[in-house]
């Protein structure tokens, strides 16, 4: 059967809520929720009170990593002054997962070209996760959605350099001097992204929102303003179903914003992260679009 991705055009947090239920997917345990607490100075992030019902709905604790370029959360001491900076420890508790040493390994035993994914130590105190995505653009995937969530976000500072390198090191020095090539980088993207479905075995469900769509990440601190119009929010256990979804709503729709996003994408060959999780296992990439 193919995997069901739920779609509406309504956007509220409450409607967030509602599409996240339709997933009947019990989330047990310690939950994690993964999203992106925004990059000093970007606009487009999606901020705590959108996301508030749904994360307390599944008493779900907000967990972050670290990144691997200069900023204002390459640091834990910088990060956690940005979370709250941000609000998001005004509403729940927040876990910057790879905070201290030492890393998880993941193995990926057929990995396109990382064998290994690093993720902060804290993962192993959760025992299912709820991935909330922002789909937008991206400098350097093309996109972001539920895919990058699970690849580069879960990994931790050094696991998100050993991704961009193509494994060829681990550490944020010299990083930009010693990365890999463009699809290289987005087929470690889909390893990564299958070692994290892999760990929680199928206890994951997935929201991506279609709203404030920039080709600029939540990651940039100078980020364009949105190109297309809000489109709504999808659901699905299915992370590469309900990104390709994602992207074949901006292929169909006939905003003339598309063109800039579509352009973006396309340069970054940017589909090529689902076609090798897809292969690899991680989902489906044909699916049953289901609007409510």
Same mark, same amino acid.
């Given at each position: 059967?193919?995997?069901?991705?739920?779609?509406?055009?309504?956007?509220?947090?409450?409607?967030?809520?509602?599409?996240?239920?339709?997933?009947?997917?019990?989330?047990?345990?310690?939950?994690?929720?993964?999203?992106?607490?925004?990059?000093?100075?970007?606009?487009?992030?999606?901020?705590?009170?959108?996301?508030?019902?749904?994360?307390?709905?599944?008493?779900?604790?907000?967990?972050?990593?670290?990144?691997?370029?200069?900023?204002?959360?390459?640091?834990?001491?910088?990060?956690?002054?940005?979370?709250?900076?941000?609000?998001?420890?005004?509403?729940?508790?927040?876990?910057?997962?790879?905070?201290?040493?030492?890393?998880?390994? *993941?193995?990926?035993?057929?990995?396109?070209?990382?064998?290994?994914?690093?993720?902060?130590?804290?993962?192993?105190?959760?025992?299912?996760?709820?991935?909330?995505?922002?789909?937008?653009?991206?400098?350097?995937?093309?996109?972001?959605?539920?895919?990058?969530? *699970?690849?580069?976000?879960?990994?931790?500072?050094?696991?998100?350099?050993?991704?961009?390198?193509?494994?060829?090191?681990?550490?944020?020095?010299?990083?930009?001097d010693n990365i890999c090539s463009q699809d290289e980088f987005l087929e470690?993207?889909?390893?990564?992204?299958?070692?994290?479905?892999?760990?929680?075995?199928?206890?994951?469900?997935?929201?991506?929102?279609?709203?404030?769509?920039?080709?600029?990440c939540d990651c940039c601190a100078v980020a364009e303003d949105p190109c297309?119009?809000?489109?709504?929010?999808?659901?699905?256990?299915?992370?590469?179903?309900?990104d390709q979804a994602c992207i074949d709503k901006v292929y169909a729709c006939?905003?003339?914003?598309?063109?800039?996003?579509?352009?973006?994408?396309?340069?970054?060959?940017?589909?090529?992260?689902?076609?090798?999780?897809?292969?690899?296992?991680?989902?489906?990439?044909?699916?049953?679009?289901?609007?409510?």
């Amino acid at each position: 059967m193919k995997p069901k991705v739920y779609f509406t055009k309504e956007i509220s947090p409450q409607k967030v809520l509602e599409m996240y239920r339709l997933a009947e997917k019990e989330l047990e345990g310690n939950v994690a929720v993964k999203l992106h607490s925004g990059e000093e100075g970007n606009q487009n992030f999606l901020k705590p009170e959108f996301w508030k019902p749904v994360i307390e709905s599944v008493g779900g604790t907000v967990v972050e990593c670290n990144t691997a370029y200069d900023g204002a959360r390459n640091t834990t001491e910088k990060h956690k002054e940005l979370i709250k900076k941000h609000g998001w420890e005004q509403y729940f508790n927040v876990d910057l997962m790879d905070a201290e040493g030492p890393d998880i390994e *993941l193995a990926i035993p057929n990995g396109k070209v990382i064998k290994k994914d690093l993720v902060g130590k804290n993962m192993a105190n959760y025992d299912s996760m709820l991935v909330l995505s922002h789909f937008k653009g991206h400098p350097m995937g093309g996109y972001g959605g539920a895919l990058k969530q *699970l690849s580069i976000g879960c990994a931790s500072s050094d696991g998100k350099a050993y991704i961009h390198s193509g494994g060829k090191q681990s550490t944020q020095v010299g990083l930009w001097d010693n990365i890999c090539s463009q699809d290289e980088f987005l087929e470690a993207m889909a390893d990564a992204a299958w070692a994290v479905a892999d760990y929680f075995k199928g206890n994951i469900v997935f929201v991506n929102v279609m709203k404030n769509m920039s080709v600029d990440c939540d990651c940039c601190a100078v980020a364009e303003d949105p190109c297309l119009e809000d489109m709504g929010i999808l659901v699905s256990l299915d992370p590469v179903a309900i990104d390709q979804a994602c992207i074949d709503k901006v292929y169909a729709c006939d905003d003339p914003g598309k063109e800039r996003f579509i352009k973006r994408v396309e340069s970054r060959h940017g589909i090529h992260t689902i076609e090798a999780a897809a292969e690899l296992g991680v989902g489906s990439r044909e699916y049953e679009l289901i609007e409510v």
